[in-house]
């Protein structure tokens, strides 16, 4: 299991739940936006990312605009030039390009996002500055950031950039991709939900519990199997499947594995009897998924929760770092990075992957 990214030390960036809602609109519905650079087509997708993007190993361009109110830059590697030519030219290769050609396609393709942007119908925006990046300004530049990837719709060219927004900038884009669908995640069907045949449960205090012993009989605090052989296999305890075990005469040969059948698929009560109502399968999208997040994990036996005291010391076994794991029914699936909303704590994605990566 790969640990945390070692970043800076734990600072939440801090946002406004309206903001914390603007990088989650953007997070799921930027994406596939229809753009043109000259005659060619191109689609855009925006992924929100915590804190300022790192400078880039080589020479940029940065464009700063104004719209509708709000300040917003845009940061291009100086590949970026190259690539939307070679989209024009049909992919033909291109020598080095003088600076003066390139200012030129940079100026008239901020003239177009310009004019694209003004289409929106959200008024008129103002390009302020345009020009090679300058080594102070990742400090200069709006707080919310967003990676954006440009890919040709022709397949052949790519363009990965930054996006940096105020705080209106941030309301405002998320209101344009707002109607968009949302895009699917990769936490696909085959997540993994198990779903335990109980008959009931009962507590007991650790002290008890270390005690049982052959033949000692446990009290259940409920129970769920019911006169006409009716049980639950339920994720949680509060919803799950109805189901029903054989009849005694069915299952005589003790060798074979018992076949349950199932009288309600799914349900958030214990039905009384076996009468089986009918059923909305749409209601299998509240199958439980229960996110967790985590710095790491330490693994302990009883006897050494027992003996822990206050001051005690506990090995996490990687260094403590910004990035939090997060988790789907106990699966590992992505990581992200703790943000303060309001004063409440949570957490913004940073990377997502199938349960079975």
């Known amino acids: ?40 087509a191109w689609q855009a997708r925006l992924h929100p990312v915590a804190g300022s993007a790192a400078p880039w190993p080589e020479p940029g361009y940065v464009l700063r605009l104004e719209w509708a109110g709000a300040a917003m830059a845009l940061r291009l590697p100086a590949a970026a030039i190259e690539q939307a030519l070679a989209s024009v030219l049909e992919g033909a290769a291109l020598p080095a390009i003088p600076s003066t050609l390139a200012d030129a396609v940079l100026e008239a393709s901020a003239g177009e996002l310009l004019q694209s942007l003004q289409a929106l119908g959200r008024g008129t925006p103002e390009l302020l500055a345009w020009g090679p990046a300058q080594p102070g300004d990742v400090q200069n530049l709006p707080p919310h950031a967003c990676d954006v990837y ?23 884009v998320a209101g344009l991709v707002g109607k968009r669908p949302p895009q699917p995640g990769p936490l696909d069907d ?37 006169a ?19 009849l005694p005469a069915d299952a005589a040969d003790a ?5 349950l059948t199932v009288i309600l698929p799914w349900t958030e009560t214990m039905p009384a009897t076996s009468d089986t109502p009918s059923t909305d399968t749409a209601a299998l999208d509240t199958v439980p998924v229960r996110l967790s997040f985590d710095l790491g994990d330490v693994t302990l036996t009883l006897a050494q ?53």
């Open 305 to 357: 929760l027992r003996a822990l005291q206050p001051g005690q010391t506990l090995d996490l076994g990687h260094p403590l770092a910004g990035a939090v794991r997060i988790r789907a029914n106990g699966a590992l699936v992505g990581e992200g990075d703790l943000v303060d909303i309001d004063g409440q704590i949570g957490v913004s994605v940073r990377s997502l992957h199938s349960a079975s990566h």
């Open 190 to 226: 085959s997540l993994p939900v198990t779903l335990r045949a109980e008959v009931g449960f009962t507590r007991l205090p650790a002290g008890d519990a270390a005690t049982l012993a052959l033949g000692d009989v446990v009290l259940l605090d409920a129970f769920f199997a019911t």
């Open 255 to 259: 060798t074979q594995p018992s076949r």
């Open 150 to 172: 440009l890919a040709a719709d022709d397949g052949v060219q790519a363009i990965a950039g930054s996006l940096h927004l105020d705080g209106l900038g941030l309301l405002l």
């Open 1 to 40: 299991m790969s640990s945390p990214h070692a970043t800076a030390a734990l600072q939440p960036l801090r946002l406004s739940r309206n903001e914390a809602q603007a990088r989650t609109t953007i997070a799921q519905r930027a994406a596939g936006l229809p753009l043109r650079l000259g005659a060619s």
């Open 228 to 246: 006409d052989r009716a049980l639950w296999l339920s994720a949680d305890g509060r919803q799950g499947v109805h189901v029903q075990w054989p």
